[in-house]
């Protein structure tokens, strides 16, 4: 990746700390770039990141430069091994989604209701992890086994993860599953109007894509 790319990924980290997406030294971002992957640091907040402070790992986790990646890269390079198309990835606990993680009658089959057929063309069908250790083998293997028919996926008490063929198509995904997310708190107790299975279909009709 040249230097322009790769400041790309560290506004696109900053943003998501401004916008209150991430926190502290929470959330983690990579891209790759033929063998090669540019991951976030670990243990650094990602309001202010530099090209210079990202780790670059290959697909087995050797580092190619002094910096330490961040301790979630297992289940980034597992995503990478799943769906060759996918080229970024985004971690974060973002305040709704997770919430939306927390709840304990929370419906794994269907988490979010179709609402809108944005939710519909960029994050669906949502994926739900169990709980694991954030850094742990386990968590990885569950997301590697969930990543080849997901796209976004959820984790239980922690958080959300999108993956992208590109770094705008990952923080649209991100964004769109955090803005269905709110939809869903604030329409909970009314009576909500979700999409009909003849509007589903014509919307995944129109919008086929690779699950």
Request: charged share 20%; glycine share 6%; net charge negative.
């Amino acid at each position: 990746m040249n230097n322009s790319e790769l400041e790309q990924l560290c506004e696109v980290a900053a943003s998501f700390y401004a916008r209150g997406y991430a926190f502290g030294s929470t959330g983690n971002i990579s891209a790759r770039a033929g063998n090669r992957v540019w991951i976030t640091p670990t243990g650094q907040s990602l309001k202010a990141l530099r090209p210079e402070q990202l780790a670059c790992i290959d697909p087995a986790g050797h580092l190619y430069n002094e910096n330490k990646p961040s301790k979630e890269f297992p289940f980034h390079l597992a995503i990478y091994c799943q769906r060759p198309e996918a080229n970024a990835i985004i971690h974060l606990h973002s305040g709704y989604a997770t919430a939306l993680a927390c709840l304990e009658d929370l419906d794994e089959s269907q988490p979010l209701p179709p609402i809108t057929p944005y939710y519909l063309m960029r994050v669906a069908p949502l994926g739900v992890l169990p709980y694991y250790r954030p850094g742990s083998l386990e968590l990885a293997r569950a997301v590697e086994k969930m990543a080849e028919r997901h796209h976004c996926l959820l984790m239980r008490n922690h958080g959300v993860i999108c993956c992208g063929a590109t770094l705008s198509e990952a923080v649209d995904r991100t964004e769109e599953l955090e803005a269905t997310a709110r939809l869903f708190f604030q329409l909970r107790g009314e009576r909500m109007r979700c999409l009909t299975a003849e509007e589903i279909g014509e919307i995944e009709e129109v919008f086929t894509q690779k699950r």
